[in-house]
């Protein structure tokens, strides 16, 4: 029987050069897999916790040792000696030694970390590839990205109040197909940035980050992308915005829209989507409210949630409870899947599957900061979300995860790529 012969860890450094988590383990049959743990900016207040050391002579402060110490003595101990083929059995440990409801004594980069090297060891000693350990036979859904490819929010030092502005590319027969046509719809809109005079300098994620003069100037250049691209704008190629409005929000409870210098109520705000909405072809709007703001949450969902995608990401944490609260309160109508933001893998696929029995969407999603681990395009294709959002087609954190997603559309024969069906009549 192949049994978790050793658990180690390292600090290593993520996109943003900041340091983060790599844990190895390593399998009685002589396997050794490796992952890394991203890590985010805008965070949700309900985030399970992130270890950081606080010494603030090194890394400003960031460092993950002490994560990696709860990995090298505590977990390990712990689990050498189990099976890695029980990821349930792994997760439901690591839950118990840390012994809180949000990972606050071991750190969820440490039980993430963990979680993810375990599940990729178990595939690997089985000769299987990871999203088919995870997802069997049924892993054939390639999941329709969300590209940002303009930059704002706290992900860009621009005058952008929103954090992302996405392409959906969804009216296309493959996933190849459609990554392509974003691909060549990011160069057409450096072009026209170019041409403009903005700066083509790029944020976190990979995409521009221009000084532009509202929030709704991004919209226009990128349709304008989409057409000189020779794409069809809300026929072959949507838009997705993510507000993340939590960190719009000033102590009075308004919204502070500085790009437009304006300060609005939670109503207004959905008033103006409602408008943007109108007017341009947006198919989902993320975090539109703030993470505390249930009531608005509420309006926006009555006033949108039959015509486009509502999601939930500092709103529900990937956490199952808040979204069922969500469910039952009839908020937003998806769910973006952040496995750090929960802590292990078991706990992300169960609400992933409270999502789905609700007739809830599941966007797999990356963090702003990130790594080449590229774990999330196989997850997202083994738990069957459908969509999967992981920045632009530029920085090779981002990339990492799109090729892999070309690499397993050419391997697999049968796969589907869901588009239309998802998005064709928002
Ligand atoms: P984050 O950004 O990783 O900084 O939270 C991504 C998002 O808000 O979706
Ligand atoms: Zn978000």
Known sequence: MVYIEN???????DSRGNPTIKVTAVLSDGTMESAI????????KREALELRDGDRSRYLGKGVLKACENVDTTISEALIGSTPFDQGHIDAMLKSID??????NLGANATLGVSMAIARAAANSLDIPLYRYIGGSNALVMPVPMLNIINGGSHADN???FQEYMIVPFGFDTF??????????????KGILKDSKHITSIGDEGGF?????NNAEPIEIILKAIEKAGYKPGEEISIALDVASSELVEKDGKYHLAGEGKKVTSYELVEYYEKLVAKYPIVSIEDGLSEDDWEGWQHLTERLGDKIQLVGDDLFVTNKDILRHGIDKNIANAILIK????GTLSETMQTVRLAQRNNYRCIMSHRSGESEDAFIADFAIGINTGEIKTGSTARSERIAKYNRLLQIESEVPHTEYIGKELFKNR
């Open 7 to 13: 658990i180690y860890s390292q600090e290593v450094i």
């Open 37 to 44: 743990v991203p890590s985010g900016a805008s965070t949700g």
């Open 99 to 104: 012994g809180t409801n949000n990972y606050s």
């Open 159 to 161: 005058t952008v109040d």
């Open 176 to 189: 190849k197909d459609s990554l392509r046509a974003s691909a060549e719809v990011y160069q057409h809109l």
């Open 209 to 213: 980050a221009p000084n532009l003069k």
């Open 339 to 342: 496995p750090n933001q929960i």
